[in-house]
């Protein structure tokens, strides 16, 4: 049964020396609240019954004993290996990986978007050091008058960066509207 684990007599016999230097019987109270598990369970891991694998894991990491794979029954160890090579048999190889971020909340949204697709590229030939640039600015600065569009501007440049693919794990946006004489918090 996938998730289900069982102790081995040797795993018990390790848990038992643990416990007993622990001074803790078989379903103490401890135990339990630290494993966040019910003195049933305690019971069943003690008759060698199967449990849940994360309870089966919690249980042996209170008592100290990190590598729980030496504890449970070996058998079950060829189970919990096929569940692994299925699970990251489904882990896309990093080239498949579409690399995104989440969109700050308080990015304005794009009103009135005129084409600027060159002005777009502009910026992310030089976000993206697509021509190589030795080495790609940290921050960009846009200066003009108020209205023209910086905020549209940058505002679509992000939400065109989010539907690439690109090296950026996340976003800040900062309007500086309204900051005097101290820099903004990032």
Known sequence: MAGLLRASEEGLKIIDIVRRN??????????????????????????????????FIDICKVVGINNW????????IKQTELLLAAAIADIALDTETDR??????NIPPVWNWLDRTSHLNT???????????????????LVGLPGIGKTTLISQLIRQLQTENNPFVAV???????????APQF
């Open 22 to 55: 622990l001074e803790w019987n078989k379903t103490e109270d401890t135990w339990c609240k630290a494993a966040l598990t019910s003195k049933a369970t305690l019971k069943r891991f003690w008759a060698q019954n199967r449990i849940r694998r994360e309870t």
């Open 69 to 76: 794979e030496d504890i449970i029954e070996r058998n079950d």
């Open 100 to 105: 995104t971020f989440a969109l700050p909340d």
């Open 123 to 141: 910026l992310k030939t030089l976000l993206l050091n697509t021509d190589n640039r030795i080495p790609p600015p940290n921050a960009i600065a």
């Open 172 to 182: 800040a946006w900062q309007s500086l509207e309204f900051v005097k004489g101290k």
